[in-house]
Each structure stands twice: as structure tokens, then as C-alpha cells.
């Protein structure tokens, strides 16, 4: 059976993956001349990047038994559990733990959480022990409450909000406390404390593509035919099923055919691939939400803004940015700094000129640092990416769709469809997982 996977992503590469596993014979299509979506690597005349630094959690099962499976955990480069956040006011608060067992040790990194006093931090570790007692039915009954309401109605306040709850959601989701739906979040954390797996990683060359280069050769070495530069413009679905695919390639109009098509593609360009695909029976599909436009800009900079090797996490509200600042890939060499800023754009910001959101994003930074980064970095090296990216945060129950669709042979997979996770690489390839065993079902394949 023939099966068309659109989309190179980390979900795409593990769905083709899976697809491989039970016998079909797949062709996977990206749009862009390199795999990895959102994760990949930026190869410009100037500098090497990612679209943004990409963290692997220790206790992202799905993500991580991919990568052994592939040979790629091996390119992972795991951080010491400690982090170092940054207020808007530049107060910086250290979160560390001390190498206890189980529980004890999320316990010892809140009890010295430095940005709460001794009250608020008793009343932290007491909302993560309800969180700890809460049962299945009372966590789905919390997805249409925010993280801030279920913090508030606990117990907590709002410092343990903006210092504590808001950073972690909105590096996790680019959502804040008060938005992100808070079953969502308690989720991820009942997940860390039931696996006792609190350490992330980066890849070990600072560059994702060393990550995704592996899942890659384990699909050519097994047959798959891989596509690059290719944009899948359409479906062909007669009679409600699919039969195929239609691209340009360099020369001319071309169809394959398919008796699985899989869009793993963000909501955007499901849309926009249905709004080309004449058919009854789409309608469902083409009104698909598809979520906050996201801007992110990188800095490069050959001078160390931290401490400490440390992934330090910063939210300036003021922007909506939220900062990542690090050292610790060993591709940065100690003497220097990779700032990747994560921008909730507005519209307006969408259409501003690359010198207008450079000069936003390092006002917003040096506010946060609370020293002119211009004068002390003058020499060095700085690069941007003005890099928009739509993402669709599953946040809420309404915006999770199922990976079937109503068009037999068609399936969507991608982290907006994954159940109760924040979205991310772990959503992206338990969506994949989800979709091959559910077409592994319809298809009644037996390997
Ligand atoms: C700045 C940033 C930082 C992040 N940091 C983290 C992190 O630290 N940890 C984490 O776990 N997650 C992180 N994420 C989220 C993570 O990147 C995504 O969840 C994940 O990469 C999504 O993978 P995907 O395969 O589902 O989709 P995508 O990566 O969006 O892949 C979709 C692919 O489809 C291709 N495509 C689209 N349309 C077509 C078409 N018509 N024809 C052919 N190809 C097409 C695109 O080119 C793309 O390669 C971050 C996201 C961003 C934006």
C-alpha cells in the first residue's frame, strides 16, 4: 500500500518512520530544501541556526524512544536541572535542585526558589501536592480552566503566578498562565514527577539538524523516497476518499498516487492544501484555527551574558517576548551567547521592517538585562531571523482535532492534534504515533 506523508518535521519523519515499519511504501514531501519544519536548520551565507533553540525533555518518552530508535539520542546534550529565570525588573531567581530521590527533589528546587518568599514557596509545593492527588476525571474537567484560575482558586497568588507558573507556561506554550488551559500544564508536570525524569537536553552541536539528519538516513536506508524543495499544492479525493497527490516540480504538473495521505503540516497549510483540493465533504476541515503568529529573532553574540553555563528563561510582558539565553551547546564556545527571542506578534509587527523588530527585540532585551547590550557587545557578531511561525497551541479542548479525518485515507498529524500536551516535539510524535495506529487500524495491517 502506497502512503504520501506531507511534511518533513520531526512529526512528519516519525510518521513516515511508523508507516515504514508496517510495510507501506512511503514518499515524503517537504517544501523547504531541508527537513526538520520548525526545528531545522538555517544554512545562510553568513551563519548556521536554528529557526529557534529546541530543548528535549528527559521525560518525553514518545520523542526520546524515537531518537534511540534512530541512532539520534545520542546527539543529545543534557543540561544540568537547573534553571535561571529573569524578571522584567532584571531580578534573576536561580530554580535548582538538589540530587535527592523522587519527589524530595522538585521539593529542594522550590524550598530555594529565590524569586518567592518563604510563604509563597510553602504555598507552591502545596498546589503541586493537589496536583500530585489529582484523579483522570478531575484533570479533563480543568480544560476549559486557566492555569491562573486553578492557581488562584488552590491557594496560590499572584507571585507565584508571574514569577513561577507564567515563565514555564510560555516557554512551554507561548501561552501565559492566564490563557493555557491548566489541565494542559499539570499534565506535564504529574508527567516529570511520575517518570522522576527532570533533565533536558539540546543537541550536542547546537544545531537540531544533527538531531534530524539520523531519522532521516534511517528512512533512506529502509527505502523511503524522500522530497525536498517540493510543496504539495493539492489532494486528489473523489467520492470522499483520497487518491493521491499533485505537486510542481521543476519541469511540470505532477500526481502520485496514494492510499494514505498524511498532512503533517501546521493548520495554516492544511487549509490551505484542502482550499486547493476541490471535494464534497471538506468543510469540516477548511475552518480549522490556525492559532498565534509567533516571530522569532536569534542573536548570536560573542560575549557571555550568563552567569553560569545556564539556560536562562526571561519574560518581558511588555512585548509579549519570551527569552532564551544560552551557552551551554558546546557549538557556543564559552565566550559566547545564543539569545533566541520569541515574539506573540500582532499584526502590525507581522509588516514592520527587519531593522524595526531588531530594534523592538534588543530594547526589549536590554530593558530586561538592565544594561545598554549594544555598547557591550559592539564587536560581536549578531544575526536575526525574522522567522514567522503560526503556531497552534492545543491549549483547550476546542482547539485539539482528531487525526482522522472525514475523507477516507486522509489523517492529520501534528502537535495541535495531540490530546492533553503541551505543544511541542513530544506532541508532534505522539500525534504521529496516534495516526499510524489509528491507519494501521482502517487498514487492518498486522505488522
Ligand atoms: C521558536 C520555537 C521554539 C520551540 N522550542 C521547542 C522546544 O524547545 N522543545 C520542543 O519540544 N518544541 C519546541 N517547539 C515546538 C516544535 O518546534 C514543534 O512542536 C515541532 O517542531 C513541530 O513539528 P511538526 O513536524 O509537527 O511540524 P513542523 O515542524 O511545522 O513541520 C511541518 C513541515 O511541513 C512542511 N510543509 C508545509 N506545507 C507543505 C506543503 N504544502 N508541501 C510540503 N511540505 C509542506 C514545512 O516545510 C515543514 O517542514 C518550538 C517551536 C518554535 C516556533
Known amino acids: 500500500m502506497r502512503a504520501v506523508v506531507v511534511g518533513g518535521g520531526i512529526g512528519g519523519l516519525s510518521c513516515a518512520i511508523g508507516l515504514m515499519d508496517c510495510g507501506f511504501d512511503v514518499s515524503l514531501f517537504d517544501k523547504n530544501n531541508k527537513l526538520g519544519g520548525v526545528a531545522r536548520t538555517l544554512h545562510n551565507t553568513d551563519y548556521i541556526c536554528d529557526t529557534g533553540l529546541h530543548y528535549f525533555f528527559e521525560h518525553y518518552t514518545e520523542c526520546m524512544s524515537l531518537l534511540k530508535k534512530c541512532n539520534a539520542d545520542k546527539e543529545i546534550f543534557w543540561i544540568e536541572d537547573r534553571m535561571l529565570f529573569m524578571r522584567a525588573d532584571s531580578k534573576k531567581g536561580m530554580y535548582s535542585h538538589l540530587p535527592l530521590p523522587g519527589a524530595l527533589r522538585g521539593a529542594s528546587a522550590i524550598a530555594r526558589f529565590n524569586l518567592l518568599n518563604f510563604s509563597d514557596r510553602l504555598k507552591l509545593l502545596g498546589l503541586f501536592a493537589k496536583m500530585a492527588f489529582l484523579k483522570d476525571e478531575q484533570l479533563s474537567e480543568m480544560d476549559n480552566k486557566t492555569l491562573e484560575e486553578w492557581v488562584l482558586e488552590n491557594g496560590g497568588n499572584a507571585e507565584i503566578i508571574s514569577n513561577y507558573f507564567d515563565p514555564i507556561s510560555r516557554s512551554l506554550t507561548f501561552m501565559g498562565a492566564s490563557e493555557i488551559s491548566a489541565q494542559t500544564i499539570i499534565v506535564w508536570f504529574n508527567g516529570i514527577r511520575k517518570q522522576n525524569k527532570i533533565r533536558f537536553g539540546i543537541a ?244
Open 204 to 447: 550536542v552541536s547546537g544545531l537540531s539538524e544533527s538531531v534530524i539528519e539520523p531519522l532521516k538516513n534511517y528512512l533512506l536506508s529502509r527505502g523511503c523516497k524522500i522530497y525536498t524543495g517540493c510543496e504539495i499544492k493539492s489532494i486528489t479525493i473523489n467520492d470522499g476518499k483520497v487518491h493521491g497527490v499533485n505537486f510542481k516540480d521543476s519541469f511540470e504538473q505532477r500526481f502520485i498516487d496514494a492510499d494514505v495521505v498524511v498532512l503533517a503540516v501546521s493548520p495554516a497549510q492544511v487549509n490551505k492544501i484542502l482550499r486547493n483540493s476541490p471535494t464534497a465533504g471538506k468543510q469540516s476541515l477548511i475552518q480549522m484555527d490556525e492559532g498565534t503568529p509567533v516571530i522569532v529573532v536569534n542573536l548570536l553574540l560573542s560575549s557571555n551574558l550568563t552567569d553560569e553555563k545556564i539556560v536562562m528563561f526571561g519574560v518581558n510582558t511588555c512585548f509579549n517576548i519570551f527569552m532564551e539565553i544560552t551557552n551551554v551547546s558546546r557549538n557556543y564556545s564559552e565566550n559566547h551567547s545564543l539569545v533566541t527571542l520569541i515574539m506573540n506578534s500582532t499584526e502590525d509587527q507581522l509588516h514592520m521592517s527587519e531593522g524595526e523588530i531588531q530594534s523592538i527585540v534588543l530594547n526589549d532585551l536590554e530593558s530586561s538585562l538592565g544594561y545598554s547590550i549594544r555598547e557591550k557587545i559592539a564587536d560581536c557578531e549578531i544575526f536575526r531571523l525574522n522567522d514567522v511561525v503560526t503556531k497552534q497551541v492545543p491549549g483547550h479542548s476546542r482547539s485539539r482535532v482528531d487525526n482522522k479525518t472525514d475523507i477516507e485515507g486522509l489523517y492529520l498529524s501534528g502537535d495541535y492534534t495531540a490530546g492533553i500536551q503541551p505543544s511541542g516535539m513530544n506532541a508532534s510524535v505522539h500525534s504521529a504515533n496516534t495516526c499510524v495506529l489509528k491507519i494501521k487500524n482502517d487498514f487492518r495491517v498486522v505488522a
